[in-house]
């Protein structure tokens, strides 16, 4: 296609907060000018984008997409597919896969993977064992080191302080952390041996096993000033601890199934509620909402993690946690901005501006001249409910069934190619390895 692309009279989201009405001309895969008016050249192809919104392209810093191993779950051509009907032009990937993502060599297999297969622009985790210590200081490109503290199995599960200090203690890279404390889920799955309703599992998995967790991690960090970012933070207790001892290097994310979600879903749908951290009472949410309008809390992201509805139906205990999330998250929380719960503006730093900045990923999250033309095109004037058989994630269901949203994205471009328009995906897309510096640490 075309080099040059002209984005007719959309409102646009600036990097200041407001909107502006007016003409976006990309070339080459970079914006090259934002203004009322713009000539069109010979090259150049058109976009009429009058009665949508422009807004950064979605960064999602957490997914699992099961690929190598678990492919029958979700795969990168299949996750990428739903990214890009999701407005997600970037994610950052987690390291257990088949084999898990502990190696240089991992990593690089991953990379080679994506670059044939990824619609959309990626980024991959290093996974923390209690042994792999060279490779978390030396592996490249990644955006950081993942450690399961708990809610994992095998090598990658470093629950113990001794273990997790000599992480904390050598090299500079962030350290996200699954904040949960296996100790304390092991003592309480003692009292709930024949738990069958999935409910039980945000019971098991107590606000106090995530706080325990938390308070280790943000111990460590601060004892060697380490970069720390926690992910999917889900209780109020943690938000409290936060909002009293925050250092400026530290992050944290929430995820929209822990700010729209809670314990009354099991009834509802199940165990396709079910998810590590769990889902958590009303109050929660409250505290997790008022966070994030806050900046306790800096950025969203889905922790998008499909199981298949045969897995899913094994029956608790037996099935899997994890749910998908990549399609809707832009429209949910577009549609909390135009319920009045935030603003457009605020749902898109959170999931555009700030995951750039946290991770130190050059020239995304802004409608700005030079940087990438990472962009999604959203239609804020129509409700749709989410459907099923709709969703190009592999799993093929959405714990948001039914939802009505607003702000589905119309079109979906990656370094100024389409990779999404009007329900139709342009499956020869390449989207590109991403690159990280060393992140700041506040949204």
């Known amino acids: ?19 502006f009405v007016g003409d976006l001309h990309i ?8 203004a009322t008016k713009i000539s069109a050249t010979e090259a150049s192809r058109e976009i009429d984008a009058r009665n949508l919104t422009l807004l950064p392209g979605v960064i999602d810093p957490q997914v699992h997409l099961r690929e190598p191993g678990l492919e029958h779950k979700e795969d990168l051509f299949t996750g990428s597919r739903a990214c890009a009907k999701g407005g997600v032009t970037s994610f950052l990937e987690m390291p257990n896969t088949r084999p898990p993502t502990t190696t240089q060599a991992a990593l690089d297999d991953k990379l080679q993977r994506a670059a044939k297969k990824s619609l959309v622009n990626y980024g991959f985790f290093i996974g923390a064992t209690a042994e792999n ?55 309480r799955q003692k009292q709930f041996t024949d738990a069958s309703d999935p409910a039980y599992h945000s019971q098991i998995k107590d606000n106090q096993a995530a706080l325990n967790a938390t308070k280790l991690a943000l111990k460590l960090s601060k004892k060697y ?33 822990h700010l729209l979600l809670n314990t009354d879903a099991y009834e509802k749908i199940g165990t396709l509620a079910q998810m590590n951290p769990p889902l958590r009472s009303p109050h929660d ?79 995304k999250g802004a409608i700005a001249h030079g940087y990438d033309a990472d962009l999604v095109l959203v239609d804020l004037d129509n409700y749709h409910p989410i459907v099923s058989e709709k969703l190009q994630t592999k ?37 590109k390895a991403l690159s990280f510096s060393a992140g700041e640490a506040g949204g």
């Not at 992480?167 to 304390?184: K, P, T, W």
């Not at 948001?400 to 471009?413: C, D, K, Q, S, Y």
């Open 1 to 19: 296609m075309s080099s040059e692309l002209l984005i007719r009279q959309p409102r646009m989201l600036l990097p200041s907060g407001e909107f």
């Open 27 to 34: 070339q080459n895969g970079k914006i090259a000018e934002v």
């Open 133 to 187: 210590l060279p490779d978390l200081v030396e592996a490249e490109p990644t955006c950081g080191i993942k450690i399961f503290m708990g809610s994992s199995h095998g090598a990658l599960l470093v629950s113990e302080e001794e273990e997790l200090e000599p992480i904390f203690a050598n090299g500079e890279r962030l350290i996200a952390v699954h904040a949960e404390d296996q100790s304390r889920i092991n003592q």
């Open 225 to 257: 000033q380490r970069r720390l970012h926690i992910l999917h933070l889900s209780t109020a207790e943690e938000a409290e601890l936060l909002r009293q001892d925050k250092p400026s290097w530290v992050t944290a994310e929430v995820t929209p199934q």
């Open 285 to 363: 949410n409250a505290a997790l909402w008022q966070a994030l309008l806050d900046g306790v809390i800096d950025f969203i992201a889905t922790d998008h993690a499909p199981h298949t509805l045969e897995e899913k139906a094994k029956g608790y205990p037996h099935t899997p946690s994890g749910m998908p999330g990549v399609e809707t998250s832009l429209p949910l929380m577009l549609t909390q901005a135009m319920a009045g719960h935030c603003s457009i503006a605020q749902a898109s730093h959170w999931m555009s501006s700030a995951p750039a900045q946290a991770y130190g990923i050059p020239n």
């Open 395 to 431: 799993c093929g269901w959405s714990p948001f069934e039914g939802w009505n949203l607003t702000g589905l994205p119309a079109i979906t471009l990656v370094g100024g190619e389409i990779v999404y328009e009007r329900g139709k995906l342009n499956t020869e897309a390449r989207g």
